[in-house]
């Protein structure tokens, strides 16, 4: 599997190949549906809270009297049929997190992988043209000479740089990670993946078997 190859200022400079055991495997639906469905989870609170019966003030005599009012018989104004009650069977506090086997893990993101390459969504470029100041006008000019502007594209770089972060923190259509923080869900989540060299030869380090 290859993959387009720019060079430092989006000239094309051929093509480079992909390790096939990331991008060149079958695809596994069900797994990236776990995938996406586990990290999608994981991102939940789990805050929502409303009051019980046990937990609304008040209570502690009926609120009238059994019988001659006409009215359903109620022995607390904290029941919730009553205005102001707590609330019957309401969220609670509580952990959305699930938990995946790592093999299924790394299948789901190498299944990603191979979709995205089977697509032709996958190019590689040599280094982003950063320099000790950020520049994002230069940054999105590279994009613009390579064809991605305007595509939500998903760049990934080999380790953190500051700089490289602060040059494309306001393109509007491209989002950054670390290669060893690449999941499933980052990948369906865009339409082009770009990968600098350094990137892509962490990627195989860490998911490559």
Known sequence: MNAKLYALDGSDKGTTALPDELFAQPVHEHLIWLSVKRHLGNQRQGTAMVKSKGLVSGGGRKPFKQKGTGNARQGSNTSPLMPGGGRAFGPKPHSHRTEMPKRQRRTA?????????????????????????????????????????????????????????????????????????????????????LLTQDGLARVREVFAK
């Open 109 to 193: 993101l190498v299944s990603a992988l191979s979709l995205r390459a089977g697509e032709n969504a996958v190019s590689v470029i040599e280094a982003l043209p950063v320099d000790a100041a950020p520049k994002t006008a230069k940054v999105a000019g590279v994009l613009r000479k390579i064809g991605l502007d305007g595509k939500k594209t998903l760049l990934v770089v080999g380790q953190q740089n500051d700089t490289v972060w602060k040059s494309v923190r306001n393109l509007r259509n491209v989002q950054t990670t670390l290669a060893h923080q690449l999941t499933a869900y980052d990948l369906l989540d865009c339409e082009q993946l």
